[in-house]
Structure formats: structure tokens, C-alpha cells
């Protein structure tokens, strides 16, 4: 059994800042992926960053220039370090990742969400 962990999520001031850490545990074979999505209230879940050993890392034009994605593929995490925090980046965010369970078998993990709230 595969878990995502996600933590560091909370309440901070516009233009502050915070640090969303994704830890995956149990029987991995490799991870291909990681990405962190967000649903803010009463919307869609939407990919907000994402960082692969294929293709690097990838942003939504909303966070560009203001959150950095990173991983750490021996410790099979990823992170999302988000300045200059907007209320409109308020949202419970989301730690997605691609891993191989065995050379051929690739399954997609969901954590359980953290909440990031930005007040005005």
C-alpha cells in the first residue's frame, strides 16, 4: 500500500509565505512523477505545478514566478515553496504523484489535501 502525506499547509498574510511538503511511504519500485493541484472553494481542482524526471518541472501561469516546485527522489518527495501568496491562492492543495509499483505497473496516488488559506 502506497500513502501521500502532505504537510505545512495553514494561514498566512497576503505577500507571505509557505512551504507544502508530499512524503510517499510504502512498496515503490520508482515514481515517475509528482504534481501538486489545488480546489479552491466552490471550483475545480486545477494542477498548480508539477515535476517529472522526464520532462523537469511545469507551472500554471497563475504561480509562475512565484512557487517553485522541487523533489527529493531518495527521500520520494516533493515540495512546493509558494511566495508573494495571494488570497486567490487560497485552497486545500493537493499531492499527486505517478509511481511504479514494479517495472510495469504505474499507479496515481492522491494525498489527503492540506488546507492553505491567504487573508487580505
Known amino acids: 500500500q502506497v500513502q501521500l502525506v502532505e504537510s505545512g499547509g495553514g494561514l498566512v498574510q497576503a505577500g507571505g509565505s509557505l512551504r507544502l511538503s508530499c512524503a510517499a511511504s510504502g512498496s515503490i519500485f520508482s515514481i515517475d512523477a509528482m504534481r501538486w493541484y489545488r480546489q479552491p472553494p466552490g471550483n475545480q481542482r486545477e494542477l498548480v505545478a508539477g515535476?517529472?524526471?522526464?520532462?523537469?518541472?511545469d507551472y500554471a501561469d497563475s504561480v509562475k514566478g512565484r512557487f517553485a516546485v522541487s523533489g527529493d527522489y531518495a527521500k520520494n518527495a516533493v515540495y512546493l515553496e509558494m511566495n508573494s501568496l495571494k488570497p486567490e491562492d487560497t485552497a486545500v492543495y493537493y499531492c499527486?504523484?505517478?509511481?511504479?509499483?514494479?517495472?510495469?505497473?504505474?499507479?496515481?496516488?492522491w494525498g489527503q489535501g492540506t488546507q492553505v488559506t491567504v487573508s487580505s
Open positions: 515535476i517529472s524526471t522526464r520532462s523537469g518541472t
Open positions: 499527486n504523484a505517478d509511481i511504479r509499483l514494479t517495472m510495469s505497473r504505474r499507479v496515481s496516488y
